[in-house]
């Protein structure tokens, strides 16, 4: 079971975000605050969830939270400030979306830019450690997973619905026959070698 605080008695908002790693579509983060008493046994990092596990757990979420927030940075942002800095400005837009303001924030990772004056703890694999970031991460996921399926209506050939943007062999081999789309970050290394060498 997932630890349901940090600091005891604190307002503890969760915060994580989704498709860093991607070559294609925005960064997604999610911030959310949990009642005290919030306990689920299958509440985990999303990584680990189905997806079907996911989407019941995105449900209670955003009917159990006391606050719950996404933010979103496109593609062109990205390329524009980074992936880094793009992480932490989608985590701060989610931020700004609460309906009530945290005490103290809960950051997956090692690295955040301060939101305000409120206090933070950057926790490595913190989405398998605290309740309320893996509550974020599953928000983040889900909802970026749902705009990448929106995106693949638009340019069904590159696998979208299936890769979420990640530079899987066949995203990338379709990325060599049909070139990059709008929603591809250009910052990023579309093409690697071997994909060169097969196609060469």
């Known amino acids: 079971m997932l630890k349901p605080f940090h600091i005891e008695g604190a307002v503890e908002a969760g915060c994580d975000e989704a498709g860093r790693g991607c070559i294609a579509g ?31 757990l995105r449900t209670l979420i955003e009917q159990e939270a006391l606050a719950w927030g996404v933010g979103v940075v496109s593609e062109k942002e990205i390329d524009q400030i980074n992936i880094l800095n793009a992480s932490f400005l989608a985590m701060h837009r989610a931020l700004d979306k609460l309906k009530m303001i945290p005490s103290h924030l809960l950051i997956d990772g090692n690295r955040f830019k301060p939101y305000g004056n409120i206090l933070h703890s950057c926790i490595v694999k913190g989405d398998g450690i605290y309740a309320s970031i893996a509550a974020a991460s599953i928000l983040a996921k889900t909802q970026r997973d749902e705009y990448m399926l929106t995106l693949y209506q638009e340019y069904p050939l590159y696998g979208w619905n299936k890769n979420m943007g990640y530079p899987t062999r066949e995203h990338r081999k379709a990325i060599l026959k049909h070139g990059p789309t709008p929603y591809h970050r250009r910052s990023f290394r579309l093409l690697d070698d071997q994909t060169r060498l097969d196609f060469s």
């Open 26 to 56: 925005p960064v997604f983060a999610a911030a959310v605050i949990l009642p005290h008493h919030f306990s689920n046994p299958v509440l985990d990092d999303s990584k680990k969830l189905s997806a079907k596990k996911r989407q019941l």
